[in-house]
């Protein structure tokens, strides 16, 4: 079992959609959390970083679920720019940094 | 420029040869990364760093070798390039303040071995 599982997807929307994805993580010991957008194989960038108050961010809202050991990303009013993968990052390891990917999820949205 | 930056951006070579990709950061973080990432595994942790001479292995660090002699700089050789190590190569650096850190990453370095 990955350590960090996400649904690749795609998942393909109209604009002003609103979307949501998850993502599991299996060591319940893991301490922080984040999501990344990569556009077309280029180089990650953060997107943002999941509290376990849950954050927001205009609109995206990020959720963390320690007891289910899941983390969400929703996107409301989906825009042609958010078509992307969306990656989620675990840091796994206590006492160290060694951060792990999922293996993304795609979003398309189109007109 | 502050920043990270990786070369060669793209690289060909055969079978057999011996490969490096630097990556070299300006912002004195104290972790550094290597992922290579393919289709259907997403980012796979390489090797990382959490500070000069001071190197671990990560997912898959088979056939590749690290150093890091100066924090600033973090070269991946592969020793005896494989087709299976065809891939794009990221480099990333963080500074790890306590539990979290924003990680920052090269463009990429696309390999192909034939």
């Known amino acids: 079992r990955k350590e960090v599982e996400q649904d690749p997807g795609p998942f393909n929307v109209p604009e002003g959609a609103t979307v949501a994805f998850n993502c599991t993580y299996s060591n319940s010991a893991s301490q922080s959390f984040f999501w990344y957008r990569q556009d077309c194989r280029k180089e990650p960038k953060l997107l943002m970083s999941v509290y376990s108050s849950g954050n927001e961010d205009g609109r995206f809202t990020a959720q963390l679920n320690r007891a289910s050991q899941y983390i969400s990303l929703l996107i409301r009013d989906s825009k042609l720019s958010d078509s992307a993968t969306y990656l989620c990052v675990v840091n796994m390891a206590g006492g160290s940094y060694i951060p792990t990917f999922g293996r993304g999820t795609s979003l398309i949205v189109h007109p | 420029d502050a920043g990270i930056t990786q070369s060669p951006r793209y690289k060909i070579t055969e079978t057999g040869r011996q490969v490096t990709l630097m990556c070299h950061q300006t912002?004195?973080?104290?972790?550094m990364f290597w992922y290579r990432q393919d289709l259907g595994h997403g980012l796979r942790l390489i090797y990382y760093?959490?500070?000069?001479?001071?190197?671990d292995k990560g997912e898959v660090p088979d056939g590749y070798v690290v150093s890091r002699s100066k924090t600033e700089n973090f070269p991946l050789t592969l020793e005896s390039a494989t087709r299976s190590q065809t891939s794009v190569y990221f480099c990333a650096s963080s500074e790890f303040e306590g539990v979290t850190g924003e990680l920052f990453f090269g463009e990429g370095s696309r390999l192909t071995v034939l």
């Open positions: 912002w004195s973080h104290s972790y």
């Open positions: 760093s959490a500070a000069a001479d001071i190197t």
